[in-house]
């Protein structure tokens, strides 16, 4: 007998693609149940080669469910993952909402794994944000190698990182300009169709945006606290994968050749690096895959033990649906957790 999971913001980007990744990767569920907000009861959604209907959270009973991979955004979080968890079930949360709690674990699998056993002092998990996820899978193999110092990090980041409304804007915005039609900017501050946005989430006293924070923070309570860590994150018109210009100095001594041969080792990334035109990754080629996809490794002669890499995944997967089907795998794998129907 398998577990019974419940997928809260299944009419969602990530919801989505949690349903499909549950079903490619047999997940084993005996029961999945889909969940949104009471406007999207009846709807049916994918799960596999099965449709399921919509149940709304509000009047959904969760004693006899087993895991909820939420991504309903923070509020939702904020409200009912306590309410969850408190009647047994483990909430694996996609939202920023408790992300830095001491309480509950902020989990990569290939990064800190051991880390998850933590969970049982409010039942909550925490999944990172989509641009810290891949960017941590790249910086773990090399920190355990030669010792991270300080990393500065530019980000391209897709549409679909701000939900399925930003998507329509982006395709709204590129026929409005074909067809000489106004273009009205809603979700995002500015245009974004032809355009770049140096703005991801609001502004902070110190200059710096949220989304720029959440990467500082989040790497250090994933990866390591000493390590250093600068962001600028930009809102690019792609519709998936988020892209990543990253520079890294290190204690040790590591150059790009020998980063190459330890990141083609490393679990979740592709190095696909070959110093010719179209020989790395783009996020064309990265939307709908698991991997993390490193490119353009090259030493920074500018400081004693620094390189450059260029960095792409799928932000709808590792960057989140992935990532929270991951670390349920880690709750069943490591007998973490109970099959309540199996302990009845
Ligand atoms: N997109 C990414 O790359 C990414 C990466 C990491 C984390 N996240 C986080 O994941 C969460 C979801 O993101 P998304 O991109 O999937 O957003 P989205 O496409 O806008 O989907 C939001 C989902 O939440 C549901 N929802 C909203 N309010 C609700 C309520 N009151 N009760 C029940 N369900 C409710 C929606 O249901 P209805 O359709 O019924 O409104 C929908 O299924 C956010 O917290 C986001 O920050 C996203």
């Known amino acids: 007998m398998g577990y019974k999971v419940a997928v ?12 499909s990744i549950l079903a490619e990767r047999g997940f084993p569920a005996d ?26 959270l509000e009047t959904y009973d969760f004693s006899d469910t087993d895991i909820c991979l939420m991504s309903a955004g ?45 969970f049982t002092k409010k039942n909550i998990i925490a999944n990172p944000n989509c641009s810290t996820a891949q960017l941590v899978v790249a910086l773990k193999p090399l920190h355990e190698a030669a010792t991270i110092k300080r990393v500065v990090v530019s980000t391209y980041q897709s549409v679909s990182g701000a939900g399925k409304d930003a998507m329509d804007e982006l395709f709204t915005q590129t026929r409005a ?21 140096p703005q991801i989430d609001v502004f902070l006293d110190d200059g710096s945006t949220k989304e720029e924070w959440k990467m500082v923070a989040e790497t250090k309570k994933i990866l390591d606290p000493k390590i250093k860590l600068t962001a600028t994150c930009v809102r690019v018109p792609v519709f998936i994968s988020h892209s990543e210009a990253v520079n890294v100095e290190f204690e040790k001594e590591l150059s790009a ?8 080792e490393a679990p979740g990334i592709l190095v696909i690096d070959t110093r010719e035109p179209g020989g790395y990754a783009t996020p ?42 991951q670390i349920a795998e880690v709750l069943v794998n490591r007998k973490l957790i109970t099959a309540r129907s199996k302990a009845a």
């Open 284 to 325: 064309h080629e990265a939307a709908g895959e698991d991997a993390t996809y490193i490119s353009r490794l090259r030493d920074d002669p500018t400081v004693e033990n620094g390189i450059n890499f260029w960095c792409v995944s799928d932000n709808l997967r590792k960057g989140a649906a992935l990532n929270a089907v």
């Open 31 to 56: 029961e999945v149940v889909a969940l949104a907000s009471r406007k999207s009861q009846g709807v049916e959604v994918s799960y596999g080669d099965k449709t399921l209907k919509v149940k709304a």
């Open 177 to 197: 300009i074909f067809v000489s039609d106004p273009v009205e900017p809603k979700k995002f501050p500015k245009r974004i169709a032809f355009n770049l946005i």
């Open 8 to 19: 809260l913001g299944a009419t969602g980007n990530v919801g989505r693609e949690i349903l």
């Open 74 to 118: 923070g509020s939702v979080s904020k409200e009912w993952s306590p309410k969850i968890g408190a009647q047994g079930c483990v909430v694996i949360d996609n939202s920023s909402q408790w992300r830095m709690d001491p309480d509950v674990p902020l989990i990569v699998p290939e990064v800190n794994a051991d880390d998850i056993v933590g």
């Open 257 to 264: 050749e020998d980063a190459r041969k330890i990141l083609r």
